[in-house]
């Protein structure tokens, strides 16, 4: 279990279990507080079926509408489910890829990994969460 800023237990994937999507939820949270507008979760579906819900979820995007900050989810070979989630922290739009930093992997690329690693993905082979238009900032 990890413990978020308002003290409630949430759930890591302790015993084996993925925490991908338990990184995105808590980095998000702790980077923007209450304002964090995506569930708390573990579950990487949840978060993909949220984003459907609102509009946000992009499926295959063309490179232009990728940007750093989207979240990127690996679907299952069927597309029928999602497997891996973190955040895009670059585009390069020359390559059609992105730089990423994601929970539960390692430096061999697994999903099923020993820590907190940056990666390059291709960009056809992810969805992607457009979360950050939905935040309302002061300028």
């Given at each position: 279990?990890?413990v978020?800023?308002?003290?409630?237990?949430?759930?890591m994937?302790?015993?084996g279990a993925?925490?991908?999507?338990?990184?995105?939820?808590?980095?998000?949270?702790?980077?923007?507080?209450?304002?964090w507008?995506i569930?708390?979760?573990?579950?990487?579906?949840?978060?993909?079926?949220?984003?459907?819900?609102?509009g946000?979820?992009?499926?295959?995007?063309a490179?232009?509408?990728v940007?750093?900050g989207?979240i990127?989810?690996?679907p299952?070979?069927a597309?029928?489910?999602?497997?891996?989630?973190g955040?895009?922290t670059?585009?390069?739009?020359?390559?059609?890829?992105?730089?990423?930093?994601?929970?539960?992997?390692d430096?061999?690329g697994?999903?099923e990994?020993?820590?907190?690693?940056?990666?390059?993905?291709i960009?056809?082979?992810?969805?992607?969460?457009n979360?950050?238009n939905?935040?309302?900032?002061?300028?």
């Amino acid at each position: 279990w990890w413990v978020i800023k308002d003290m409630r237990p949430f759930p890591m994937g302790g015993g084996g279990a993925p925490w991908c999507a338990t990184f995105v939820s808590t980095i998000g949270r702790l980077a923007l507080g209450v304002s964090w507008p995506i569930p708390m979760t573990s579950d990487v579906t949840k978060l993909a079926r949220w984003a459907q819900d609102r509009g946000l979820f992009r499926q295959r995007p063309a490179t232009a509408h990728v940007q750093a900050g989207d979240i990127f989810l690996v679907p299952n070979s069927a597309n029928t489910d999602w497997t891996h989630t973190g955040f895009i922290t670059s585009v390069n739009q020359i390559n059609a890829t992105v730089s990423t930093i994601e929970g539960n992997t390692d430096g061999s690329g697994s999903r099923e990994g020993n820590g907190v690693y940056e990666r390059t993905r291709i960009i056809s082979n992810l969805d992607t969460i457009n979360w950050i238009n939905t935040l309302e900032f002061e300028v």
